[in-house]
C-alpha cells in the first residue's frame, strides 16, 4: 500500500498518509503535521523507522499548538543520528504540508535547475528571500488557497522558523537552497545505508545490489538469481562505503538527466561500457564514480556478459528508483516544444 501512495497518489494524499500528527488549534480548526521521522519515511521506500501513529487520517495524534516544539515531542521524534538537517528542524517544530512540499520540490529536482527554483521565490531579485516571499509562493506552487500571513502566524513550521529565526527576521539565499538539498539527501541516504548495515561496517557488495533491486519491478526468484551472480563474484569482496553509496545515489536524484545522458550516447541502443557509464555519472552527479562500484552494478545487471549496458537493462532498477519515491511528481521540468528536461 505505501508504494502505491508514493507511486500513484497526488504529493497532498502522500503528506496526509505519513503525517503523524493533528494540532486543532484555540478556534477548533484541524491541522495535519509531520515530523522528519514521518518525511524519512515518506521518502524512503522500505523504511525502517517506526511510528505509533500515521497511515489515515483516523490515526492521528492529536495536540494543542503548545505542544509543537515541546521538549516530549522532539524526544519522541529525534532521528538516531547525531548532527542531522533534519533533527535541527526538528528541534524547531513540526513540518506543515507546505515544509513537506518545499523538501520534497528540492531533494527530486536535479542539482542545476535549483537556482531556477530559487530565482521562483526571489520577487524582489535582490538574491535573499524573506518568509513573507518563501511562504507566499509556496502556496502557489502547492495550490494551496490561505493567506500567507495567516501561516505565518501559526508558528508550527519548523522548516519556516530554521530558515528565518523565530521572529521571522532572517533570509536565506540561492547558497541556502543548495545546503537543504545536499543535507537532506545526505540524511536520507545516511539512514538507508545504516540500515542495512546497523554494525558500523561497510555495506557489502551483496547488501548494497539488494538496496539496488528492493524498488525495482523484477520478480523475486530473479532478485535472488542476479543477487547470486553478484555473491558468486564478490564473496569476499572489499565492500562499499558510505562516501561511494552516496555518490551513486545522488545520481540516481539527478532525475531525467540521467535517461537524457544514457539516450544521447547509446541512439543505436547497443549500450555503454563502464567508462562511458562513468562519463555519464560526472555529467549527471558531477563527481567521478568508484570503478568497483561500476564493475558491481555492471555485475549485477549485464545479464548477457557483453560489458554493456543498455536502456532496457537499466530502468528496473536505474529509472523506476525514483518512481518508488514518487519524486516524477514534483521535480522542476523545462519543456521546449515536445522536449522535456
Known amino acids: ?107 527530486s529536482t536535479p542539482k542545476r535547475y535549483l537556482e531556477m527554483i530559487f530565482h521562483a521565490f526571489d520577487i524582489s531579485a535582490d538574491g535573499k528571500v524573506e518568509a513573507k516571499e518563501f511562504v507566499f509562493i509556496l502556496t502557489k506552487i502547492a495550490n494551496v488557497k490561505a493567506d500567507p500571513e495567516s501561516i505565518l502566524k501559526m508558528q508550527c513550521s519548523g522548516l519556516v522558523k530554521y530558515l528565518f529565526g523565530d521572529d521571522l527576521k532572517g533570509e536565506v539565499s540561492r547558497k541556502d537552497f543548495e545546503n537543504i538539498q545536499k543535507e537532506v539527501i ?57 562516501e561511494n553509496f552516496k555518490s551513486f545515489y545522488e545520481i540516481l536524484f539527478g532525475g531525467a538527466d540521467l535517461e537524457r545522458a544514457l539516450f544521447l550516447l547509446d541512439t543505436q541502443g547497443q549500450g555503454v561500457n563502464r567508462a562511458e557509464f562513468a562519463k555519464i555519472a560526472e555529467y549527471v552527479g558531477h563527481h567521478d564514480l568508484d570503478e568497483h562500484l561500476v ?33 516524477q511528481k514534483e521535480s522542476l521540468a523545462v519543456s521546449v516544444g515536445h522536449l522535456r528536461f
Open 295 to 327: 564493475d558491481v552494478i555492471y555485475t549485477l545487471l549485464d545479464e548477457n556478459e557483453d560489458d554493456k549496458l543498455n536502456h532496457k537493462e537499466f530502468h528496473p532498477i536505474l529509472f523506476h528508483w525514483r518512481h518508488s519515491r514518487g519524486f
Open 186 to 242: 545526505d540524511n536520507i541516504l545516511r539512514l538507508e545505508y545504516k540500515s542495512y548495515c546497523p554494525s558500523g561496517k561497510e555495506l557489502t557488495e551483496v547488501e548494497f545490489c539488494r538496496h539496488l533491486l528492493y524498488s525495482s519491478n523484477f520478480t523475486e526468484k530473479k532478485k535472488e538469481r542476479l543477487l547470486k551472480r553478484v555473491a558468486k563474484k564478490y564473496g569476499k569482496g572489499k565492500g562499499i562505503s558510505y
Open 1 to 107: 500500500r505505501e508504494g502505491k501512495i508514493r507511486h500513484y497518489s497526488p504529493i497532498e494524499k502522500l503528506f496526509d498518509y505519513f503525517s503523524s500528527y493533528q494540532m486543532i488549534d484555540s478556534q477548533g480548526k484541524k491541522t495535519n503535521l509531520m515530523s522528519v521521522r514521518n518525511f524519512f519515511n515518506a521518502t524512503t521506500p522500505g523504511s525502517y523507522i517506526s511510528h505509533e501513529h500515521a497511515h489515515a487520517r483516523s490515526s492521528h495524534q492529536v495536540i494543542a499548538e503548545e505542544d509543537v516544539g515541546a521538549d516530549w515531542l522532539i524526544s519522541q521524534n529525534e532521528l538516531p543520528m547525531d548532527g542531522y538537517f533534519l533533527n535541527k528542524l526538528n528541534d524547531k517544530g513540526l513540518l506543515t504540508y507546505l515544509d513537506f512540499h518545499f523538501l520534497f520540490l528540492l531533494i
